[in-house]
């Protein structure tokens, strides 16, 4: 059905994006780049000028959900600047889910984790990459590609161990004299990072 | 005495001829003095002002490219860097422009300064066009707006759906604590069932397209998926940590609001440098043109009025001998 879904849809609308025509000739039971329920709309209050673009239509469609279990998984690491990890097959990704170190194994049932600062751990045959996030937010898919999106990441070995141990007092120290919730919570925010990153250093 | 008065004939025959070419630059420049024999002549002291005030004007134009071209240079890389950010959310999320919701926020991203070509002219036309296409019965528009051109030209029709109107924020050099904190701003002081960010995606240093990047509350997340359509498989997805489906979601939001809007704020300032360098150079390019125009006039100026001299002369001349 949804092979023949952009057939159709490209053959009802006038205005159809070469992609969704291409696409519908190539094999690929994606749905179409262009929202052209939105075009439509859009072509009947404003006439004279051409619709925007989405964010579908920039990015590569994701392959559908395998039947058997691939070897791999694909793991895409993004930072807001830089993209560390881009479609990289890897063994195994161990990730510091709130819940604790979560293994992702390619089969992995489809997840949204939440992070805390932590180590993430990249395993490819016999090497080990190691990286120290601050939060972000996991996505793991049904056909083994998992997203993971952190505000920052340093390796392991770029951390100073004492400047760790210096941050980790001060923060402890702010913690038992702070007075409103929100310092607090920065106070508890500062000594989580700091132990989690002490942890990293020495375990 | 006949003499005389045939060469002064033949002088006022002379110098419609120099002086009729149809120079658009001409019109500006009537300062009409007139000459010996009642006739028109241009100054060449006025046509030199005005190649000077060119030429400077071409000067500052290059200059200006030159500038915006070092400074695409230096945040394209970091545009393209943070291309990644926004992916992971739309493989998940999937990406909804025609969703329906009662609550609209369009955030609109526009440059501060100007001689920027087209773009925010473009950026304030969609957001309208995006409004009109979303008014309806209780339906609620609002615009948040970035900048402060898209600021003037929406507060000339729109004053009262503006909530929020933030400038001056290319002052520091972007990164991503800043787009966070006005990400916590907006979302605090606005409510929303669905955020649009209008901005202009930086394809190359001649072309930016207008893109509409959209990102549902939670609430509406949680809709969508229970009644299937296009976020349908967003609730076969486990939820780790937290304790309920919701406060997840809720981080969720927030967290692509901001790193889409870091993408969205640094494709815009390169879309807005990519712009400025090729109005600056059809700028240098047209004072360029006008330049040789202007030669042109000057030097006809300039013979004309040698020209007029030797008539004199040689009129002069002739009157004593003859």
Known sequence: MFRNAPRLLSRAIGY??????????????????????????????TPNIEPPK???????????????????????????????????EVDMVIIPATTGQMGV?????ATIAELKPGILSVHEGSEVTKYFISSG??????????????????????????????????????????STDLEKAEAQIGVDVHSALNYAITG | MAMAA????????????????????????????????????????????RMKSVKNIQKITKAMKMVAASK????????????????????????APSIDVKKNVIVTISSDKGLCGGINSTSVKISKGFYKLNSGPDKE?????????????????????????????????????????????????????????VFNKFQSVVSFIPTLSTILSPEVVERESESGGKLGDLDSYEIEGGETKAEILQNLAEFQFSCVMFNAILENACSEQGARMSAMDSSSRNAGEMLDRLTLTYNRTRQASITTELIEIISGASALTG
């Open chain 1, 54 to 88: 989405t964010p579908l239509s920039f990015m590569k469609p994701r392959p559908p959900t395998p039947s058997s279990i691939p070897s791999k998984i694909t793991v895409n690491f993004v930072l807001p600047y830089q993209s560390e990890l881009s479609t990289k």
């Open chain 1, 137 to 178: 937010f996991a996505f793991i898919h049904a056909n083994s590609f998992a997203d993971i999106v952190a505000v920052e990441a340093v390796p392991v070995d770029h951390i100073d161990p004492s400047l760790v141990q210096k941050g980790l007092a001060e923060f402890t120290q702010k913690l038992s004299s702070a």
């Open chain 1, 16 to 45: 159809s994006s070469s992609i969704s025509r291409g696409r519908a000739m190539s094999d690929l039971p994606a749905a179409p780049t262009v929202d052209s329920a939105f075009v439509e709309a859009w072509k009947k209050v």
């Open chain 2, 72 to 95: 695409l240079r230096a945040i394209q890389v970091r545009a393209e860097n943070s291309r990644g950010l926004w992916q992971p959310f739309t493989a998940l999320l999937g990406d």
């Open chain 2, 6 to 49: 045939t060469v002064r004939r033949e002088g006022r025959r002379l110098l419609p001829i120099i002086s009729s070419s149809p120079n658009p630059s001409r019109s500006a420049l009537i300062s009409d003095e007139l000459g010996p024999q009642g006739a028109r002549s241009i100054s060449t002291q006025i046509v030199r002002n």
């Open chain 2, 141 to 197: 528009t609002k615009y948040v707006v970035l900048g402060e051109k898209a600021k003037a030209q929406l507060v000339r029709d729109s004053k009262k759906n503006i909530d929020l109107c933030i400038t001056e924020l290319q002052k520091n050099p972007l990164n991503y604590t800043q787009v966070a904190v006005l990400a916590d701003e907006i979302l605090k002081n606005v409510e929303f069932d669905a955020l649009r960010i």
């Open chain 1, 105 to 109: 194994l390619p089969g992995h049932v």
